[in-house]
């Protein structure tokens, strides 16, 4: 009888570690690959929420509770957007039915909305995302018509450092009109 060989020769496992050796660059890069489409899906969700949160809470408070329409803080200011006409001017705040002031801003050393009272000031987004270019004016078509409040920001993804947007994925453009109910 004769001997029966049960393991592999040196040329078997030599071809068995080539196979893995060159499929296995290919398997990681396409891990690699599928892990940066997620972390950007991710991001653009982030930034999608975000703006759509902030724009969301801004468009309810402005329609909701805006009486006047001020331009600065100075104690001397006028209401703006009461008799102009065809020109849009910025805001600086508004006042409610109880002559409170509100307004939207980005703070000093921030990148974030917040939504500011005269007791409290509250982020509408978080640090993840940067806003920029953040406008709110107002204007009216003629003396007797209702005012409209036009918004605009751009939001993107903050780098993990906080100092500017990251490149993927692009930033949104958020830009309404909002006609007031209670002027």
Sequence with gaps: ?????????????LVIIAIIGLSLPA?????????????????LTEVKRQGDYS???IQNLIRNNAQKIYRTNSPTDFEICSTTTNTAEAVS????????????SIPAGSSNIASVSASFQVPLTNDKVRIS???????????????????????????SDGSACTNEPPSFFYSTKLKLKNY
């Design 55 to 57: 724009l969301s809470i």
């Design 1 to 13: 009888m004769g001997k029966i060989n049960k393991g592999f020769t040196l040329v078997e496992t």
């Design 93 to 104: 705040y508004f006042t409610d039915k109880s002559n409170n002031r509100f307004s939207f």
């Design 27 to 43: 398997v990681f890069a396409i891990f690699f690959s599928i892990i940066q489409q997620q972390v950007r899906i991710y991001r």
């Design 133 to 159: 270019n953040f406008e709110i004016t107002c204007n009216r078509s003629s003396t007797y018509s209702t005012p409209y409040v036009n918004l605009s920001y751009e939001i993107c993804y903050s780098n």
